[in-house]
């Protein structure tokens, strides 16, 4: 996947507002075919990244560049080959499924017999001729998906499409976007800030906190080898830390609560950790060698949902 050149790419990507970064110095290669979860708490940058990829706001800072192009024929190039949906997908209210994407169908030059062909495929035929103000949370994210594909593009950017859905729905649209990419080949870029619902579907995730992608991860890899750490209950977790600090390598330590400590490392005998802890004094009535799930790694680097 690696030595293809990316379809898109991010270069010292940024977007400041007044004095604040929203989005800062991001660096993002999508390759084609692979679904990239793009993962972030409530004000990561998600939406701006997006908004800049599709020229909706100038970035500060960086380039864009998509399938290997730069900005000149970009526009030309973002119409014809992105379909987006971006926060909630707005519509005309007042007008069926079947009108509101005709407009669109007009506006790309596409083939109107694409329109019932999409919302079969989105499973909304039977819905195509209400008007949409009284469809449901879950009808007009999927009405959204069935316009980002009316034109039949090569990328597909999605900015939280399970927003509001409940797990059924949100397992229908993850249905539809491996569906998309086994029969269409198409590369998508998906946000949200569930971790589950992106750990379910995405190749790869790149984790985006405080307008900065802070870590990447392939989830083949992560299930593999996911980080290792060492789970103790101790009297003392600081000043375990401390002395387990002047013997072993320690890449970052974690204190859970006032007796748990995680101890983040390459520990080939766990049990020698336990036995210095032991001979050291302390009283250790829990120990653990556990792997990290995407769960509470997204976590430890994030610092978690709440700000
Ligand atoms: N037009 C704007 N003017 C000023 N600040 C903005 C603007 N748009 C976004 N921001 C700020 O930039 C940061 C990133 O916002 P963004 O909408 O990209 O986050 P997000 O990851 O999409 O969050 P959410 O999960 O809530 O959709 C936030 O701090 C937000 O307040
Ligand atoms: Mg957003």
């Known amino acids: 996947m690696k030595s293809e050149l990316p379809i898109l790419k991010l270069t010292n990507l940024g977007k400041k507002y007044a004095n604040h970064w929203a989005v800062r110095n991001l660096n993002l290669n999508l390759y084609q075919g692979e679904i990239y979860g793009f993962l972030g708490r409530n004000g990561a940058g998600k939406t701006t990244t997006i908004r800049m990829i599709m020229d909706l706001i100038k970035p500060t800072t960086g380039t864009i560049q998509l399938f290997g192009q730069t900005d000149i024929v970009r526009k030309e190039m973002r119409l014809r080959q992105i379909g987006a949906t971006i926060e909630y997908p707005g519509f005309y209210p007042n007008l069926t499924a079947r009108e509101n994407l005709y407009y669109n169908a007009k506006m790309f030059e596409v083939d109107v017999a694409r329109i019932d062909e999409t919302l079969e495929f989105m499973g909304l035929q039977k819905a195509a001729n209400r008007v949409v103000k009284g469809y449901s949370l879950g009808m007009k994210q999927r009405l959204g998906l069935a316009r980002a594909l009316l034109h039949q593009p090569k990328l597909l950017i999605l900015d939280e499409p399970t927003n509001g859905l409940d797990p059924s729905g949100i397992k229908e649209i993850r249905e539809l976007i491996q569906q998309l990419r086994t029969e269409f080949h198409i590369t998508v870029l998906v946000s949200s800030h569930i971790l589950s619902e992106i750990e379910q579907l995405?190749?790869?995730?790149?984790m985006i906190h405080q307008g900065m992608l802070t870590k990447e991860i392939v989830l083949a890899d992560l299930q593999q080898h996911g980080k290792q750490y060492i789970e103790i209950k101790v009297n003392n977790p600081q000043s375990a830390i401390q002395t387990l600090?002047?013997?072993?390598?320690?890449?970052?330590?974690?204190?859970?609560?006032?007796?748990?400590?995680?101890?983040?490392?390459?520990?080939?005998?766990?049990?020698?950790?336990?036995?210095?802890?032991?001979?050291?004094?302390?009283?250790?009535?829990?120990?653990?060698?556990?792997?990290?799930?995407?769960?509470?790694?997204?976590?430890?680097?994030?610092?978690?949902?709440?700000?």
């Open 202 to 206: 995405a190749d790869r995730v790149g």
């Open 245 to 307: 600090a002047h013997s072993y390598r320690l890449h970052d330590t974690k204190i859970i609560d006032e007796q748990t400590v995680h101890l983040f490392g390459t520990f080939h005998q766990p049990a020698e950790i336990n036995r210095h802890l032991h001979q050291a004094g302390f009283d250790v009535s829990h120990f653990t060698l556990r792997r990290e799930s995407l769960e509470d790694h997204f976590l430890r680097i994030t610092g978690g949902f709440e700000s």
